[in-house]
């Protein structure tokens, strides 16, 4: 039963993860290519909330990647004609397990936050749900750090949750893109377990990519601290 699965998340509300009003960086339908571009390449996110007037009218979302075919030489092109329409409002009190749910059942990432008048007071994605979850998640941009494993074979490892993907690849000896056809948003080992699971994982539940068998070895009321790495084939 997926809600007893998932009970690990307690009454955490979409309003203690969500990113507040204030700190929003949306999109202005009026904006040109160029300052879209901008605002895109300085904000770092992958998906950015388009507004009219003001953010109480969010009328979609511009995913970065589908930004590629624009360019600042290239004024003709008209980046609200890829805007995506198809957006998920809900309450702020809304649980955060329910919005994993809605996430992995509507295949969407990101979220709508909205008051009691549905006035925007936040937005959410299944990052946040992760991170709630993970722990701090490193980026591509943070300092690199050693990072603490135990190797008990040639072919089994325990990491901690949050470590990232790719650090795990490297240690492993696996080609750094092994995960990515799998791994959605994730970035971490319990982000992708959380990804594919849809859930909070029992103790002892692992999932299997290829050969590369990953079990939750040590789950704590809200976090997925230790994960095994077994490589089968090895």
């Not at 160029?34 to 996110?45: A, C, E, N, P, T």
């Not at 959410?124 to 990072?147: H, R």
Request: charged fraction near 30%; aromatic fraction near 6%.
């Amino acid at each position: 039963d997926i809600l007893k699965s998932i009970v690990n998340f307690g009454g955490i509300s979409v309003r203690q993860i969500m990113r507040p009003r204030i700190d929003i960086i949306g999109l202005d339908w009026e904006m040109s290519d160029k300052d879209v571009l901008k605002v895109v390449r300085d904000s770092g996110y992958s998906r950015l909330p388009v507004y009219k007037d003001d953010l109480d009218n969010i009328v979609g979302i511009i995913y970065v990647k589908d930004l590629l075919s624009l360019n600042d030489e290239n004024d003709s092109q008209n980046w609200q004609a890829i805007m995506r329409t198809s957006m998920l409002f809900v309450p702020e009190s809304k649980k955060i397990d329910e919005l994993l749910r809605e996430f992995q059942k509507k295949r969407m990432h990101m979220a709508i936050i909205v008051d009691e008048f549905g006035g925007t007071v936040g937005i959410a994605t299944l990052e946040d749900i992760m991170e709630e979850v993970v722990g701090d998640i490193k980026d591509e941009y943070d300092v690199e750090e050693d990072i603490e494993f135990i190797k008990l074979s040639d072919n089994q490892f325990i990491f901690d949750g949050k470590t990232l993907l790719k650090d795990v690849c490297r240690i492993v000896n696996l080609n750094t893109t092994y995960f990515d056809s799998h791994k959605g948003e994730a970035d971490s080992l319990a982000g992708l377990m959380l990804e594919m699971l849809g859930k909070m994982p029992n103790i002892d539940e692992s999932i299997l990519i290829e050969h590369v068998q990953i079990k939750a070895i040590s789950v704590t009321k809200r976090r997925i601290e230790k994960i095994s790495v077994f490589l089968e084939n090895a």
